[in-house]
């Protein structure tokens, strides 16, 4: 077989760019190897509602769980900081539609689609990347293309098999553990995180409502702790009361939130999404960082094909290290020095924080809402409080 572009991984970034450059007239195969595109998730299916007009995602109910309008944070002593908002600012996904749905939009955009088609190797022609090996129904197969991408997830193995450098060590992994299950009390129009050492070590526990009784609920911590997701998981369950006997679905993954794959292009071979590590270091979100490097990815793969100028994929390699890259790395910034605070450092910034400063969290702008706390009198008079949030501006 023989395409344009051969897309390796049908998660976020592979259908975004596999719609794209379809539209655009070029052959394209999205590939995955899941028997079924979007199964199983690993996710907890939260994502802001911006993201469905910015890249041309329609806003469809098949896919659309819940619609919730802010959220609600608790220290490790209780202390609560809500942030409400009058419309909605984000949806709770049924992934296991979305993802297949974003699948099905790149067919009718006019790609090729290939379920249960695992990518096993690359076929180098000339020493260059000329397609990849792969297994359609355990049947090998040869599919060759211009342009690869690697949007085949954390273990990449076709970035890898390319040359790409996508090491990083345990400690910029986090391990998540999840439960769809019944569960009641807490306002199914927000999302609720919970932080604490003691509660989810360098991580949070969260709630995601997609019924009134009925959520996602899972944690996420560093992945080299000595104790699993699991267990913190099961310990803040049985703390809080909450029966896990009507457990539904149970999903388990490992989430990068940090080194990110300096190399994005070697020669033809591009890598994005969780693949390149492209996820937000603080709260491990990857789906609008993976739609924003796929819209980036796929528009120079086009301008690649259309002036027969392979060179010119760098200039996503380029373009996303000045536009995300950078952010990002001051977030995962951010998140190492967050790393050191103590459970009575989160109680009282959690207090401290006003209804003003919660609005900033929420659009992500850390860096406001340091300068507010170290405003504040009893961040001045600690001298080590004061050190941690300078070292974050």
Known sequence: MKYDVVVVGAGIAGPIIARNVARKGYSVILIDKKWAIGTPKQCAEGISVKVFEKYGIPYDRRFINRE????????????????????????????????????????????????????????????????????????????????????????????????????????EFDSSYEY???????????IHLWFGNEVAPRGYVWVFPKDEDRANVGIGINSDNPQTAKYYLDKWLGENRIPAKKILEVNVGVVPVGGFVKELV??????????????????????????????????????????????LLQNYAREWWEKEGGRLEKILKVRKITEKLTDEDLDLFIQLLSGADAEKIAGGNYFEVIKALLKNPKVLMSPRRMKLLRQLL
């Open 68 to 171: 919730v309008y802010g959220a609600k944070l608790y220290s490790p002593s209780g202390y609560e900081l809500e942030m409400r908002y009058k419309d909605v600012s984000g949806v709770i996904l049924e992934r296991k539609v979305f993802d297949k749905m974003l699948a099905y939009y790149a067919a009718k955009a006019g790609a090729d689609v290939l379920a249960r088609t695992e990518a096993v190797d690359v076929i180098r022609r000339d020493g260059r990347v000329a397609g990849i090996k792969a297994k359609h129904e355990d049947e090998p197969v040869e599919i060759y293309a211009d342009v690869i991408v690697a949007a085949d997830g954390v273990e990449s193995t076709i970035a890898r098999k390319a040359g790409i450098n996508t090491y990083a060590p345990p400690h």
């Open 180 to 190: 769809e299950m019944l569960i009641e009390g807490y306002d199914p129009d927000l």
């Open 266 to 311: 070697k020669d033809n071979v591009l890598v994005v999404g969780d693949a390149a590590r492209q996820v937000n270091p603080m709260h491990g979100g990857g789906m609008g960082e993976a739609m924003e490097a796929g819209t980036i990815a796929s528009e120079w793969i086009i301008q690649a094909l259309e002036e027969e100028n392979i060179t």
